[in-house]
C-alpha cells in the first residue's frame, strides 16, 4: 500500500498521506512518495491547486519514533540522514509553484505541525489538535517549523509553543493566525474543495508568480520587490488570460482562464 494517494479532480490535486495506522508518522519513504508525488504534479498544467490531508483521525503525528528508537538508528549519521530525507520534502513543499492548502483533519503535532505549516495556509477540522510537541520527546523543532512559525504568529507566541510543547485545540490555533478557518470535521474536504476550485478558476500564472515573490520577500528590500513584481507583470501582460480578463470586463461575463 502507498504512503501517500494522490487523486485529481478538476484541476485539483488531493494528496493523502497514507499510514493512518500510526497517524501517518513520517518515514523516509513517506517523506521520498511524497516528494515524488510532487514532483509529477509541479508541471502539469492540469493541475492548479493542491490539497494536502492525512487519512483517518490523523493529519501527521510527526517522525515515526518506532523508526528512531535505538534498535533501528544506530548512529547519529542515520539520524541526520533521516533529517535531510524529511527537510527535502519540505523544502520542496514550500516552494512549490501551486497553491498548497493544509486539510488538517486530526492530530498535527511534531514534525506533522511543520508540514502544515510549509503550506499556504491551513484550514482545519474542529476535531484538529496541534502542538510543537518536541521538548517532550526530547528534541528540536524541525522541518523548517523554526523558520515558519515565528513569521506566522510573531516570536514571543512561538517561542511559547516550542518551549512547552502545549497542545492546541483548532480554536485555539484559529485565535493564534495558526490556521485560517475552522469546520465541522465532515465538511473539511468540501470547505477544502471549493477554496481549490475559487483558486483553480482564477489565473494560474497570475498565482505562481505570486506565491513565489511572496515566498520570497522575508529576504528582499522593497526596492528589490519592485524590480521583480515589475518583470512579473510586464510578462502577465503579454499572456492570453490577461487580455481575455480585459475581454471579459467590457462584456461584462466572468473571465474563463486557460493559464495561458
Not at 27 to 37: F, N, P
Request: with cysteine; aromatic share 8%.
Amino acid at each position: 500500500m502507498s504512503n501517500v494517494l494522490l487523486e485529481i479532480k478538476d484541476h485539483i490535486a488531493v494528496i493523502t498521506l497514507n499510514r493512518p495506522e500510526s497517524l501517518n508518522a513520517l518515514t523516509v519513504e513517506m517523506a521520498e512518495q511524497l516528494k515524488e508525488t510532487l514532483l509529477t504534479r509541479q508541471n502539469d498544467e492540469t493541475v492548479r491547486a493542491v490539497i494536502l490531508t492525512g487519512a483517518g483521525k490523523g493529519f501527521c503525528s510527526g517522525a515515526d519514533l518506532k523508526m528512531l528508537d535505538g534498535n533501528t538508528i544506530e548512529d547519529a549519521e542515520t539520524g541526520r540522514y533521516f533529517m535531510r530525507e524529511v527537510q527535502k520534502v519540505g523544502s520542496f513543499l514550500y516552494h512549490f509553484p501551486l497553491p498548497v492548502i493544509a486539510a488538517v483533519n486530526g492530530v498535527c503535532v511534531g514534525g506533522g505541525f511543520s508540514l502544515a505549516l510549509l503550506c499556504d495556509y491551513i484550514i482545519s477540522a474542529k476535531s484538529a489538535t496541534y502542538s510543537m510537541i518536541f521538548p517532550k520527546v526530547g528534541l528540536v523543532p524541525d522541518i523548517g517549523s523554526m523558520y515558519t512559525l515565528p513569521r506566522l504568529i510573531g516570536l514571543p507566541k512561538a517561542k511559547r509553543l516550542m518551549f512547552t510543547g502545549k497542545m492546541l485545540t483548532a480554536e485555539e490555533a484559529l485565535e493564534l493566525g495558526i490556521v485560517e478557518e475552522v469546520v465541522d470535521d465532515e465538511k473539511l474536504i468540501d470547505v477544502c474543495m471549493k477554496e481549490a476550485e475559487t483558486i483553480a478558476n482564477l489565473a494560474p500564472r497570475s498565482i505562481r508568480y505570486a506565491k513565489e515573490t511572496v515566498n520570497e520577500t522575508y529576504d528582499m528590500t522593497l526596492e528589490t520587490l519592485f524590480v521583480k513584481e515589475a518583470y512579473q507583470q510586464a510578462a502577465l501582460f503579454k499572456t492570453r488570460d490577461f487580455l481575455e480578463a480585459a475581454a471579459a470586463f467590457v462584456q461584462k461575463r466572468p473571465p474563463v482562464f486557460t493559464g495561458k
